[in-house]
């Protein structure tokens, strides 16, 4: 992986303000930012989680004493480099609404059911090929206030670490062919068409299991001209 930060990375990402997104207007800063050098204990510095990962943490099917409620997928991929090269060793995270669209979370109080028997959290680590794969449910869309009518489409929380705290990365994947995407707001604030594509995830036939469950691929480009975009940059 190249040293020098890519400056096509910028233009994927969504601009800290976005007016549609009305909870931008007042957390986004009103300056300009000054940037500051990483220092070598921030580069090089150890990164919780790695080792924590365990062998069925990125089953979220078998976290409770049942089986959870709704429809079983697999999502797998690649985390990338800008050229294209697995990125090995990468924590990968996710957390998820349940079947209904509900978190587990004490602020979440939309009216749907919670299921005693899914998180909606998981944890894989790449392996040498950038490789990560997680089975889960197919997450519900959900209200979330922004304006009159206002539904999320549904989607997941990504989060990528690398070997240092400074280097985590956060994103949403969503699903092919959700007609909320015209009338959600935080889709939209990626204004390039093509890197709002670059956060849809791509229906995998070859690796759907028959009789048991739908596959998706989501690759995570870190950075560079072809960069998922993030939430965090």
Same mark, same amino acid.
């Given at each position: ?13 969504? !601009?800290?303000? /976005? %007016?549609?997104?009305? /909870? ?7 300056? %300009?930012? &000054? ?6 204990? #921030? ?23 049942? #089986?959870? &409620?709704? #429809? ?20 990968? #995270?996710?957390?998820?609404? =349940? ?7 004490? @602020? ?8 005693? =028997? ?24 959900? %209200?979330?206030?922004?304006?009159? =009518?206002?539904?999320? %489409?549904?989607?997941?929380?990504? /989060? @990528? ?17 959700? !007609?909320? +995407? !015209?009338?959600?707001?935080?889709? =939209? ?28 691929? +989501? ?9 998922? !975009?993030?939430?965090?940059?």
């Amino acid at each position: 992986m190249t040293l020098v930060y890519p400056v096509q990375s910028l233009a994927a990402h969504p !601009p800290r303000l /976005s %007016p549609a997104y009305k /909870s931008t207007v007042k957390r986004s800063p009103s300056k %300009p930012l &000054i940037p500051m050098r990483h220092t070598l204990s #921030e580069l090089t510095g150890p990164v919780y989680g790695h080792e924590t990962v365990r062998e069925h943490d990125h089953d979220l099917t078998i976290q409770g004493k049942g #089986e959870p &409620i709704g #429809e079983r997928i697999i999502v797998h991929g690649h985390v990338l480099d800008e050229d294209g090269r697995g990125v090995p060793n990468a924590l990968v #995270e996710l957390w998820q609404a =349940n079947a209904c669209g509900r978190y587990v979370h004490v @602020v979440d109080q939309h009216p749907a059911p919670l299921d005693p =028997n899914f998180t909606g959290a998981g944890r894989a680590q790449t392996d040498a090929e950038g490789y990560y794969r997680f089975v889960t449910i197919k997450p519900g869309a959900y %209200p979330w206030g922004n304006h009159h =009518n206002a539904w999320r %489409p549904a989607h997941i929380h990504f /989060s @990528v670490f690398g070997h240092a705290f400074v280097s985590r990365l956060v994103t949403q994947m969503y699903f092919p062919g959700d !007609p909320l +995407f !015209p009338f959600d707001p935080i889709f =939209n604030s990626v204004t390039d068409e093509k890197a709002r594509n670059r956060m849809v995830s791509a229906f995998d036939l070859d690796n759907t299991k028959p009789d048991w469950a739908l596959c998706y691929r +989501f690759n995570i480009v870190l950075r560079g001209r072809n960069a998922t !975009p993030m939430e965090n940059k």
